[in-house]
């Protein structure tokens, strides 16, 4: 039976390349990064909006090298797995937010297992969307402190321990600690802060890297009442009286969701406030790289800067984000960037600055910043491929491939002819609002050529073709929960009861006792199937009303299969919530 290797074990097996460092021998410093979670490029203060308050993030910016062209992909799960690796996402396995195509394999190496290897100590605090079972969690992944809600957010199915709060699913969560539930008292935001700031002060005396990753502002628009008092009487959509950037109108809806969403900023402008106080009372300040990014366009309509699109787009609204970096000790502050850079480019600029080695087993899409920092010139224009549809990329739908200010955008069939494509020149129109596809068709043939090359390669990655499956019944995980975020099957699986649902799995051999969770109550007098490959168990059921089953003491071989769940009752075919699985010999 195929086993993932242990992130140590690959490291002590992978040829490294060292690279040039800023950092000198035994000066390593501690790294801090921030990334929150639809907040788009106009939700800060600094980026021109003229509602939200954001004092703390405001200042950090002016001390920072601000990297003014910045991009991430166009949703959450591939811009973390492209954060964490340097690689573009298809390349890790993750190809979705949810339908099983958001856990990432587990022969990646993350910035994490990069650090641990110079003796850091590793946390991540908040989302991690990159996969909830063994192999694939942060633990599994080079953390060695993680305090994280499931999935792609609180409140989603994935996230079963916070779904049925409903609109109370922000506050007094049972989180994952170190991969056991554990229940915390107040608002998110707050506790994940505040298990950073504790792992900061435990860890000050060696190297730390602090993954912060709030789930604020996401949906569901959850906020303590004060900072929603703070913008309830507010007009998001006034204050750009005579500005001609093209702007999308606001409706009530709109209006209220920016609203709630500013008020989830200011509480972690409020929040990184105390985490930036504690690094000063500590004296680390100087010796540590504080990131802060965002990792998509916003979800709603409202202000972004005049540019088009949102989260979902590849046009610069969905792609753009605010990139800030601070290191006094290192790097001259309070300038801008106008380079094109991305999140492919953190883990190779982090290798540099601390010193540290870089995977040559595999390709790494991103580069080091650090000439940039320096001043250097030499930077070639290379290309930036941005796509997003579900299950998989849909050959020229919401498709982009960018070089130097030429931007290719595809929203056309198949076999489409080049008048059907759209190019923009982002420094002479940075709101994309002139087409110049048919004034330089010589160019947008290059620029096509490109795509099409790229787009073969990364559908064609190892990881997407043999998507990481699941490991069930080893002592790094028993018992086990499956959720619906990590299915696959039907397309769009989410909280239906009659829908076709599995999880790729590699089963250890053994006795299990297996329980299903049920949506809602369910009848009497059907039958609960369980496949794994071609071995299918099955039991009536005869209590009516209950929302759990449970299997005890299957026997289940050693095979890697797709596990199938379903309750059978008059013609109907009931997919669990959530399936736990304990082998208890």
């Given at each position: ?122 946390g991540i605090f908040g989302k991690w969307h990159l996969g909830d079972n063994y192999p694939s969690r942060p633990q599994d992944q080079g953390f060695d402190e993680s305090v994280i809600h499931l999935a792609g957010g609180m409140g989603q199915v994935g996230d079963f321990t916070t779904y049925f709060k409903g609109d109370r699913s922000y506050f007094d969560p049972v989180l994952w600690h170190n991969g056991k539930q554990e229940a915390y008292i107040g608002y998110c935001s707050d506790i994940f802060a505040d298990q950073a700031i504790r792992f900061i002060e435990k860890n000050r005396s060696n190297p730390f890297f602090c993954y912060l990753s709030f789930n604020a502002p996401h949906t569901p628009l959850q906020v303590p009442q004060k900072y929603y008092d703070r913008y309830k009487d507010i007009d998001p959509s006034s204050g750009f009286k005579d500005d001609d950037r093209p702007f999308t109108e606001m409706t009530e809806k709109d209006k209220e969701d920016a609203r709630k969403v500013y008020a989830m900023v200011s ?319």
């Amino acid at each position: 039976m195929k086993r993932p290797i242990p992130y140590l074990l690959l490291f002590c097996i992978i040829y490294m390349r060292p690279v040039p460092s800023v950092a000198q021998q035994g000066e390593r410093p501690n790294v801090i990064l921030v990334i929150t979670d639809d907040q788009g490029y106009g939700d800060l203060g600094i980026t021109g909006n003229p509602h939200v308050k954001t004092p703390t993030l405001d200042a950090f910016a002016k001390e920072s090298v601000r990297l003014t062209n910045f991009y991430v992909s166009p949703v959450c799960a591939p811009t973390r797995a492209s954060l964490m690796t340097g690689r573009y996402s298809l390349r890790t396995g993750i190809r979705d937010t949810y339908n099983g195509g958001a856990i990432m394999a587990s022969t990646e190496v993350t910035i994490a297992e990069m650090l641990k290897q110079a003796d850091y100590r590793t946390g991540i605090f908040g989302k991690w969307h990159l996969g909830d079972n063994y192999p694939s969690r942060p633990q599994d992944q080079g953390f060695d402190e993680s305090v994280i809600h499931l999935a792609g957010g609180m409140g989603q199915v994935g996230d079963f321990t916070t779904y049925f709060k409903g609109d109370r699913s922000y506050f007094d969560p049972v989180l994952w600690h170190n991969g056991k539930q554990e229940a915390y008292i107040g608002y998110c935001s707050d506790i994940f802060a505040d298990q950073a700031i504790r792992f900061i002060e435990k860890n000050r005396s060696n190297p730390f890297f602090c993954y912060l990753s709030f789930n604020a502002p996401h949906t569901p628009l959850q906020v303590p009442q004060k900072y929603y008092d703070r913008y309830k009487d507010i007009d998001p959509s006034s204050g750009f009286k005579d500005d001609d950037r093209p702007f999308t109108e606001m409706t009530e809806k709109d209006k209220e969701d920016a609203r709630k969403v500013y008020a989830m900023v200011s509480n972690i402008d409020d929040n990184l406030g105390r985490l930036f106080q504690k690094l000063k009372e500590l004296k680390l300040e100087k010796n540590t790289i504080v990131i802060f990014m965002t990792d998509n366009g916003p979800q709603q309509v409202r202000y972004v800067a005049g540019m088009k699109g949102r989260k979902g787009s590849v046009y610069r609204g969905g792609v753009r984000v605010p990139f800030y970096l601070r290191y006094p000790k290192k790097i001259k502050g309070n300038r801008d960037i106008e380079t094109t850079a991305a999140h492919i480019d953190v883990l190779p600029t982090l290798a540099e600055i601390c010193d540290l080695e870089v995977p040559r087993d595999r390709k790494l899409d991103g580069r080091s910043l650090v000439p940039l920092f320096q001043g250097k010139k030499e930077w070639q224009e290379r290309l930036l491929f941005f796509y997003w549809t579900r299950k998989y990329p849909v050959r020229y739908i919401n498709m982009a491939l960018q070089q130097g200010p030429y931007k290719l955008v595809a929203q056309t069939n198949f076999d489409a002819s080049l008048k059907d494509f759209e190019m923009y020149h982002v420094l002479n129109d940075p709101y994309e609002q002139k087409n110049l596809a048919m004034e330089n068709t010589a160019m947008v043939q290059r620029l096509k050529n490109e795509m099409d090359k790229t787009y073969h390669e990364l559908i064609n990655s190892e990881n997407l073709l043999n998507p990481p499956p699941i490991i069930v019944g080893t002592q790094n995980e028993n018992p086990i929960f499956l959720n619906r975020n990590d299915a696959s099957g039907e397309r769009g699986i989410w909280n239906q009861e009659e829908v076709f649902g599995k999880w790729k799995v590699v089963l250890t051999e053994g006795l299990y006792n297996i329980r299903f969770k049920f949506v809602k109550p369910i009848k009497k007098g059907g039958k609960m199937f369980l496949e794994t490959g071609s071995l299918i168990n099955s039991m009536e059921n005869d209590t009516d009303g209950t929302d759990s089953l449970e299997m005890t003491g299957v026997s289940l071989p050693d095979m890697e299969c797709d596990l199938i769940p379903f309750y059978a009752i008059d013609g109907k075919r009931i997919f669990p919530f959530w399936v736990e699985m304990e082998r208890i010999q």
